[in-house]
C-alpha cells in the first residue's frame, strides 16, 4: 500500500528522514545548532498532523493575511499577448504585499510553541523582514532582522516599515552585503543565542526541516490554486509558471500539483545582467552543486569552491543558491528551469503596469517575462497560471534607478522618488533620496 | 598505526601538561607570510597546529576569522596552495601534528577522495569541518578514516548526553569542546564552567579533551590548561596579523603570543 503512494507520491513525497531530495538538501550545520534543529523538525513534524495547530493556522490565514488570494483572469495581458489564457494567482494581494507571511504566521506558531521569545530573520528585498517582523509584532516577540547593507540601500522603505513594525534592522557589511551575507550574519546570532531564539528563515532552503516546512506553508497557494482553477475552468492548468530566488513562492504553487503529471511547470530564475556576462543569480543554468547554509543545492561558485557574488536588479532573487528540491526537481527533469535578465523583467514589468493595472514586484516581473516570450505560441486553450508573488511598491526605487541608467527618463518624476511618505519619527529612516544611490545597474 | 596527533598528545600527557593549539589562516595575509608563521609555530611552543582552509561564508566564525579568510582569498589563495603550504611545511618537521579546519563546500568541490589522498600525501593528520554533523558521517569523516586522517568533532554546550554519544562515535585524534554557544572569537568562557563540561564528556570518552573558543591570554591558557588536555587559540593570533603594522610584524607578533601562551599552558599544572 505505501508503494503504491509512493508510487503516486513521486515526486511530492520529499525529502528522507535526513532531509534529503535526491542528492540535495541535509543539515550541514555546525554542532552547536544540530539539538536545535532536531527538536524543531519534532514540532514541525507535529504541526503537520495537529488539527488545532491546522485550525489555528486557518484562522490567522483568512482572518489576518487575507486569504484565500483571488485567482485573477489576465484578460488584458491574454489578449495582448495573443495566445495562451494567462491567470495570476494573487499573492500580492496578501497582507504585507507578497507571499512571504504564509511561511512567517506557520513559524512563528511553532515558535510559539517551542517557548521561544525572539525571532531572527534575514532578507533580501525586505518582504520577508517585513513579513516576519509583522508576526513578532502580533505575537509579541522581540525581533531581529539580519539585511545586507546594500539592500538597505535599495529597500529604504521596507527597512523603515520593519522599524515601525518594532524589529531592530542590523545591517549586514560583510561580504557584498546582500541576501547571503544576511544568512550568514543570521546563523551566527543563532549559534549564540540558541536558546532563547527562532530563526525564521524566509525560504525554502537552509537546514533540513527549514526546506520542507517553508514549502508545508506555503503550498496554501498551490492547494488554492488548484481549487480555484478547477472551479474555473474545470480543469488543471497546463502550465505553472513562478520566479525563484531561494524558491518558495515556486515550490508553494509547485507541490500541490507536482505529481499531476499534465501540469508543466516552469521556474524562472534572475539572469542579471545574463549568464554569459557571470553577472546573475541563475544557480541551476549557471552553478554547480555545493554546500551552504546548511544545504547541499546548486550554488554560484568557483573552481575552488568559494561561493560567488550574485546579481540581479531584484533584491529578493540576488541569492547564489536555490531550495535544495528545486535542485532535485531540476536534476529529474520534473520542473523546467529558465532565466530572465534584469532588462526582459523591466520591460514586463512596465507591461503588467500598463496593461492589468497590477504594479508587480520586479522578482514577479521575471515571470512576467517569460510569460511573454512562451505565451503568444501557445493556442487560446491553453492555461498558464502565473504566481503573482509580491506586489512593487517597494520596488520604486529600483526601477526608477534602472529606468534613468537607461535612459528611459518620461516617466520619471522630477528629482527622487519616494514610495511613501512617512514623517520623521525619531530615528526612523524615512525613505527619502534613494532614487539616485545605489548605482546598481550600469 | 598511531597517528602523529595522538603520539603528541600521548606524550605531552605523561609530561602532565596539556597542549597548545594555534589556528592560523592558511593564506592570510599572503602565501610566503603564512607559511613563515606556520614553520615558526612549533620553535614558539605550538604543540598542535590548525590550519584555516579560507572560505568566503564562514557562517561559525567571527569577524576576526571572517576577515582573514577574505584576505586570504583576496591573495588568490586555493585548497591548492594550503596542501602546498603543509607539503613545504613537512620538509622541516615531521613531528608537529597538522589539522586542516573549514567548511564543507571548498572540501567537496576538490572531490571528497581527491582531496583525501592529497591531504594524505601532503602530511596532514586530521580535520575539522565546522558544517558536517555526525548525521553527514559518510560524506568526509569515515572517507577520512579510511585514508587514515584523523576527524575531529566538536561538541559544544548544546550537546547533551543523550547526544554526546552519537558526537564520540567516530571521532578520532582529539575532541575539540566549543567552550561557549556562539562564534570564535566570542567572550570567554568561564574557567569552572567549562570544566564541568570537561568532566561530563570524560564521562563518555577516553578520547583527549581539547578546549577553544574565546580564549585569547596565557593567563586564560593556564586556567583551562589545567583540566583540559589541549588548549586552542585562534582568534587572538589572527587578530596578530590584522593589527601588525607589517607583513613581517604580524609573523613576529604571532610567534611572540604563541611563546606566551605556551608559558601559559606550561605552568597551568605545576601551581
Known amino acids: ?442 | 598505526m598511531a597517528t602523529r596527533i595522538t603520539r603528541r598528545l600521548d606524550a605531552l600527557k605523561a609530561e602532565d601538561r596539556a597542549a597548545l593549539v594555534t589556528f592560523t589562516m592558511a593564506g592570510d595575509p599572503n602565501y610566503q607570510a603564512s607559511l613563515d608563521t606556520l614553520k615558526g609555530l612549533p620553535g614558539a611552543g605550538a604543540d598542535i597546529i590548525e590550519l584555516g582552509m579560507p572560505f568566503t561564508d564562514p557562517m561559525a566564525d567571527g569577524p576576526a576569522i571572517q576577515k582573514a579568510a577574505l584576505r586570504a582569498l583576496k591573495g588568490q589563495h586555493t585548497q591548492q596552495k594550503t596542501l602546498e603550504m603543509v607539503r613545504e611545511f613537512r620538509r622541516e618537521d615531521q613531528d608537529t601534528p597538522i589539522v586542516l579546519m573549514g567548511y564543507y563546500n571548498p572540501i567537496y568541490r576538490y572531490g571528497v577522495e581527491r582531496f583525501l589522498k592529497d591531504a594524505s600525501e601532503a602530511g596532514i593528520d586530521g580535520l575539522i569541518v565546522v558544517d558536517l554533523p555526525p548525521e553527514h558521517d559518510s560524506e568526509l569523516c569515515l572517507p577520512a578514516a579510511r585514508a587514515g586522517i584523523d576527524f575531529i568533532r566538536l561538541a559544544t554546550p548544546t550537546t547533551d548526553d543523550k547526544r554526546l554519544p552519537r558526537v564520540l562515535e567516530n571521532t578520532s585524534g582529539f575532541i575539540y569542546y566549543v567552550s561557549v554557544a556562539g562564534v570564535t572569537g566570542a567572550a570567554a568562557p568561564t574557567p569552572e564552567g567549562v570544566e564541568q563540561s570537561i568532566t561530563r564528556i570524560r564521562a563518555h570518552t577516553d578520547l583527549p579533551i581539547a578546549v577553544g573558543f574565546g580564549i585569547r591570554s596565557a593567563e586564560q591558557a593556564a586556567a583551562i590548561g589545567r583540566f583540559a588536555d589541549a588548549v586552542v587559540v585562534g582568534s587572538a593570533l589572527i587578530s596578530c596579523i590584522e593589527q601588525a603594522d607589517s607583513v613581517d610584524a604580524g609573523t613576529r607578533d604571532v610567534h611572540a603570543l604563541v611563546r606566551e601562551l605556551s608559558q601559559g599552558v606550561r605552568r597551568a599544572r605545576s601551581a
Open chain 1, 1 to 442: 500500500m505505501s508503494s503504491a503512494t509512493d508510487a503516486i507520491k513521486r515526486f511530492s513525497k520529499g525529502p528522507d528522514a535526513d532531509g534529503f531530495y535526491g542528492d540535495f538538501g541535509g543539515r550541514f550545520v555546525a554542532e552547536t545548532l544540530m539539538p536545535l534543529i532536531l527538536e524543531l523538525e519534532e514540532a514541525w513534524e507535529w504541526s503537520r498532523t495537529d488539527e488545532a495547530f491546522r485550525q489555528e493556522l486557518e484562522g490567522y490565514q483568512r482572518d489576518y493575511i487575507g486569504r484565500a488570494t483571488p485567482l485573477y483572469y489576465a484578460e488584458r495581458l491574454t489578449e495582448h499577448l495573443g495566445g495562451a489564457k494567462i491567470y495570476f494567482k494573487r499573492e500580492d494581494l496578501n497582507h504585507t504585499g507578497a507571499h512571504k507571511i504564509n511561511n512567517c504566521i506557520g513559524q512563528i506558531l511553532l515558535a510559539r510553541k517551542m517557548g521561544k521569545k525572539r525571532i531572527i530573520a534575514e532578507t533580501g528585498a525586505g518582504m520577508h523582514g517585513v513579513a516576519t517582523a509583522t508576526v513578532a509584532a502580533r505575537f509579541g516577540m522581540e525581533c531581529v532582522i539580519y539585511m545586507g547593507a546594500t539592500d538597505i540601500e535599495r529597500q529604504q522603505p521596507n527597512v523603515f516599515r520593519m522599524k515601525l513594525l518594532g524589529a531592530e534592522v542590523i545591517p549586514v557589511e560583510s561580504g557584498t552585503g546582500t541576501l547571503k551575507d544576511a544568512m550568514n550574519e543570521a546563523l551566527r546570532d543563532w549559534v549564540t543565542n540558541v536558546d532563547s531564539t527562532f530563526y525564521l528563515i524566509g525560504t525554502v532552503a537552509g537546514p533540513h526541516p527549514y526546506p520542507a516546512m517553508v514549502r508545508d506553508f506555503q503550498s496554501v497557494i498551490g492547494r488554492e490554486t488548484r481549487e480555484q482553477i478547477l472551479e474555473k475552468e474545470g480543469r488543471l492548468p497546463d502550465t505553472l509558471m513562478a520566479c525563484i530566488g531561494g524558491g518558495s513562492n515556486a515550490m508553494g504553487l509547485f507541490h500541490p500539483m507536482l505529481d499531476d503529471e499534465s501540469v508543466h511547470m516552469i521556474g524562472v530564475e534572475a539572469a542579471g545582467h545574463g549568464i554569459e556576462t557571470g553577472e546573475h543569480a541563475a544557480s541551476l543554468n549557471g552553478g554547480e552543486p555545493g554546500v551552504l547554509h546548511g544545504n547541499r543545492t546548486f550554488l554560484l561558485q568557483s573552481d575552488d569552491g568559494q561561493i560567488t557574488d550574485a546579481h540581479s536588479v531584484s533584491a529578493g532573487l540576488d541569492y547564489p543558491g536555490i531550495g535544495p528540491e528545486h535542485a532535485w526537481l531540476h536534476t529529474q527533469k520534473r520542473v523546467e528551469y529558465v532565466s530572465i535578465t534584469d532588462h526582459e523583467a523591466i520591460e514586463a514589468f512596465k507591461l503588467c503596469c500598463e496593461l492589468e493595472g497590477i504594479i508587480p514586484a520586479l522578482e514577479s516581473a521575471h515571470s512576467l517575462a517569460h510569460l511573454r516570450k512562451i505565451a503568444p505560441d501557445l493556442p487560446g486553450d491553453h492555461l498558464i497560471v502565473l504566481n503573482m508573488s509580491g506586489r512593487g511598491d517597494k520596488d520604486m526605487a529600483s526601477v526608477a534607478n534602472w529606468l534613468e541608467a537607461h535612459g528611459d527618463t518620461d516617466k520619471l518624476p522630477d528629482t527622487t522618488v519616494e514610495a511613501a511618505e512617512p514623517g520623521r519619527i525619531d530615528d526612523m529612516q524615512p525613505p527619502h533620496d534613494v532614487a539616485k544611490k545605489t548605482g546598481e545597474t550600469e
